[in-house]
């Protein structure tokens, strides 16, 4: 056999290994709708849906649609080459997803991840890293779990919405620089994790260029401590709009 034969293998897996993944949990005749946004130049894109049925191509921005005639869980996959270079844009909205196969950070290029009303997507994110070009972030209405004290919110985010989760902690806060808004509200957090994103926020405040952010972290979350409730009203000082218990 030819040397180069294995490299070949090498390279195919590999590039299927990058492939955006997840997993749907459907009764029959539910539908899943995802949409995938690519950069100019991408080739052509299809999605395989995990039940035996005909891939359909991928049209850049257009919300697809699939039913499934057998309820269970299933496999979703967005074939196409050189995902980490195009990949923009995904979005699954009020879907059935169960589990997410492939994490963000295997698409440098991402800038808009929205996966809301997801109520089966039961998953510990804790080690997920945010792309470095992220803008919109917007995991709410989904029982997801894990400590996010790791991530980092980038320079690019405009919007980190994480509200309605079963999240803890509170992400690194010292690149924010485009922030408009944090949701951390209903997340069940402790008074500690509450006081946390307070005392980030007002250490961080001076470097952000929007002239009115805002922090909501009220619902089911515990109140700030008087340290805490210290911090928010400086936040206010500062222009920020904040929402505590």
Known sequence: MPSYIPI???????????????????????ATTPKFTFGAGAPAAVVDWGDGTAQSAV???VELNH???????????????????????????SDKVSQVLTPIHKFPKLTYYQL????????NISGWVMP?????LWLRVCPLIGDISGWVVPASQ????????????CPNLDSMVSIQQIRADDTALIQASVDLYLS???ANEGDTTFAT?????????????????????????????????
């Open 67 to 93: 039913a499934y005639t057998v309820g269970g869980t299933y496999t979703v996959t967005l074939i196409a080459p050189n995902q980490a270079k195009y990949l923009t844009q995904i979005d699954i909205g």
């Open 116 to 123: 809301n009303n997801n109520s089966a997507w039961v998953q």
């Open 158 to 169: 405009l919007y980190f919405w994480v509200h309605s989760t079963s999240l803890s902690g």
């Open 200 to 202: 980030r926020c007002v």
């Open 213 to 245: 952010p805002t922090l909501n972290l009220g619902g089911t979350n515990q109140a700030p401590s008087a340290a805490g409730l210290l911090d928010k009203a400086t936040l206010v000082a500062a222009g920020w709009i904040v929402t505590t218990n």
């Open 8 to 30: 070949l293998l090498w390279k195919k897996f590999a590039t299927k290994k990058n492939y955006f993944r997840y997993q749907v949990t459907v009764t029959a005749g539910q």
């Open 132 to 136: 470095p070009s992220i803008v919109y």
């Open 59 to 61: 049209t850049s921005g």
